[in-house]
């Protein structure tokens, strides 16, 4: 008796295909979005195996393990997209508590109709990012709404990493007399997304700056050791949402100084338009270490060593304060509280 015939699959068109609802259905159309555009992208030994899940041995240090979801809109923007953003935000989730990622997991909600071509794109970048950065996309999931009921993807990332034995970097590990040092200029990545929003539309060659910062991170723990208090990327939020967290976790309060803090003349005067304050819009790739006094120094000397702490500034430092205020020295010599931001200033920015 002759053999079945094999079924004959027509590859996607990923040049004017949509995604459909049977993509997410679990079935044949599944195994060929993932086979087609998803393990071709994330191509590594562990997402090769093929389970529903990514078995592997971890070195020793204690785990650290951080989720989070990307829902920014416009799915592209100067300097970076979805996909590379849901990378670098992970893994800098996962960096800050000083440790070193190994590996990710992705879910992605898709909405019908949405173009393949884009797809590909958007996971073509994810795993560019992910060799960049040495960390493998081991495991993810894929599902299919209906059309409406989405904005096109969205990326869910989850990452673990290992922290170094004897490392601890904690947010209420700030001490009074503490310093404060930002790792680079704020607001670039709010005002490269919002300059493509159809609304908002403004011309500028600021680039977002979505980075995996781990590598930094790793020159930080080694010069500074046990004198590094803790780290913050200060992403949703902004600088003035983490020294606010940072403050309340360790009953502190901050002196800051305006002048301090690098933001690039075309994020202010883009701020200033919009009416925003750059404290609070938010960054994908820059990070505020506290630090014990006497080894701040040393620590801004590696940072500004590294090219993504190029324009590290000692920006303030930690104060005894029982009401745990944000204060900040203004340009002019005022004063002023750096509050947590009321509402939502900048929607769908990460």
Sequence with gaps: MDPAPRLRTRRLDLRNGRVDLSHGAGGRATTQLIDEIFRPAFDNPLLAQGNDQAAFDVPAGRMVMSTDSYVISPLFFPGGDIGSLAVHGTI????????????????FILEEGF????LQRIATSMGRAARDAGVAIVTGDTKVVERGSGDGVFISTT??????????LSG???????????SGSLGDHGVAVMSQRNNLGFETTILS???ALHGLVAEMVHVAGASLRLLRDPTRGGLAASLNEIAQQSNVGFLI????????????????????????VANEGKLVAVVAPEAADALLAVMRAHPLGREAARIGEVIADEQRFVQMITSFGGGRIVDWLTGEQLPRIC
């Design 172 to 182: 209420d590990r700030a001490r009074p007399g503490d310093q404060v040092i930002l």
């Design 159 to 168: 990452g673990i990493g290992i922290v170094p034995p004897g490392l601890i």
């Design 209 to 211: 700056d979505s980075a």
């Design 92 to 107: 800098n989730d996962v960096a800050m508590a000083g440790a070193r990622p190994l590996h990710l997991a992705a879910g």
């Design 257 to 280: 100084n305006e002048h301090a803090i690098p933001v690039k003349d075309q994020v202010a005067a883009a701020c200033e338009l919009l009416g925003l304050d750059p404290l609070h």
């Design 115 to 118: 173009q393949l071509a884009d």
